[in-house]
């Protein structure tokens, strides 16, 4: 298959911008949706960063993919069958390295560029983290390497994964049909990923399919009674792409400098965001906690504690 | 390297088209201070969030929590609200009717509250401090 060697980002990037305007033009129209042009172009920019570094992470993820390939178990050649084999597999390995994105801090300090705007739309798509290489994020791909698929098709179906999830990043679409929200990621689906409503953290981690997140309880349904708030549960006050790129590593660099034993230290880079010795800090889980409480309170009514 | 410079070029471009759209389209939107929104959206991210004392000044406001005492400082970031609990001030200056606060925030190192007037701007300042 010789379209292999072609990037599907690159190629869907005129599609991608075109949509942009596309969206904004329909939010203008109908009102459904909102754009920032500060935040945009924080979006764009980060995007277009993210290009610029992507060729380091390109370099770590063939050279690490390289070296594992070659102990390899099976030859695996290139067919329309493996091709599909591959894509799922693909998106099943993104599935758990997204869901650790968001519970190990070391990857969330990356990982947080791309959920840092307070809007949703088309360019925050685009708002792509660009310190990837400084995260072990490639090395989740192992076992596609081990298996025997070769490398430029696992690159293709990668890229393939990364344009489906473009589309999915607005609020002008509402609901998709039924059918195809119970299998594949959606504007719906993600909204409730981006949103930092107690109910909706850490939730909808896929890339292309849902049912990962059926199947391994991460799933949450979109509830009209409770629109989503995009963002991050500490929002920042800059549109500034490198102070947004370094502010979880700044963050990380600081609480490890205060660290009064390497348990402490270790903590700060391989616990949950929010994680901290005395608890004094608050992760999803004791959002989420807090909120059931004091629900629970506002309904015996008794006073939450 | 000729390509790469037009590369480059033409993505540079292509921003500042897209976000010229954007300004055309929507304007360049800041966010009005509106304590009652302001204490909507703190009692929806934080439970049990009851508005107490509250002033807009300047492009910040500051509210209170009547559960536990504690003071918000929120400021308009575009079409949006960024909001903190004034818990690690770093340093607190007052000059006349403005108060000058300093965090230890990467993101939000410093404000500028700009009361109606100096009696406020004090009253503010003792509260802060207590």
Known sequence: ?305 | MNELLLYLAGSLTGIALMVGLNVLLFGRKARALDTGALAARLALDHPGFRAGDSVVAGDAALIENREDGAVWLVRAGGDKFVTRKLERVKRLSRAGNALDLRFADFTFPKARLSFADEATAQAWEARLRA
């Open chain 1, 1 to 305: 298959m010789s379209f292999l060697h072609i990037s599907p980002t690159e190629w869907a990037t005129p599609a991608f911008i075109f949509l942009v305007v596309v969206e904004m033009l329909a939010v203008y129209a109908t009102g459904r949706g909102a754009f920032e042009a500060r935040d945009t172009l924080a979006s764009l920019l980060m995007g277009f960063l993210s290009v610029v570094m992507g060729t380091v992470y390109t370099l770590f993820f063939f050279g690490f993919g390289a070296f594992i390939y070659r102990y390899r178990i099976a030859d695996i050649a290139v067919t329309p069958l493996s091709f599909a084999i591959a894509f799922v597999a693909d998106d099943f390995f993104y599935y758990w390295w997204h869901r650790a994105s968001h519970r190990v801090r070391w990857l969330w300090a990356d990982h947080v560029q791309h959920h840092s705007s307070q809007h949703f739309n088309l360019s925050t798509a685009l708002r792509q983290p660009v310190t990837g290489a400084f995260t072990p994020g490639f090395a989740f791909r192992a076992p596609l390497f081990l298996l025997g698929f070769p490398l430029p098709l696992l690159a293709f179906v990668h890229g393939l994964n990364l344009v489906y999830q473009f589309w999915i990043h607005t609020e002008a679409i509402g609901k998709c049909p039924r059918w195809f929200e119970a299998v594949f990621n959606t504007p719906s689906h993600h909204r409730v990923h981006h949103a930092t409503n107690a109910d909706y953290l850490d939730r909808n981690y896929a890339g292309v399919f849902i049912l990962w997140d059926r199947l391994f309880g991460t799933f949450v349904e979109e509830d009209i009674a409770d629109p989503p708030r995009y963002g991050i549960v500490k929002n920042l006050a800059t549109f500034n792409p490198l102070r947004i790129a370094l502010h979880e590593w700044w963050g990380i660099a600081g609480d490890v400098a205060r660290s009064r034993s390497p348990r402490e230290a270790l903590g700060y880079i391989f616990a949950p965001p929010g994680w901290s010795p005395d608890g004094s800090r608050e992760t999803s889980e004791t959002i989420r906690e807090n909120w059931q409480r004091y629900r629970s309170a506002q309904l015996s009514g008794a006073p939450a504690e």
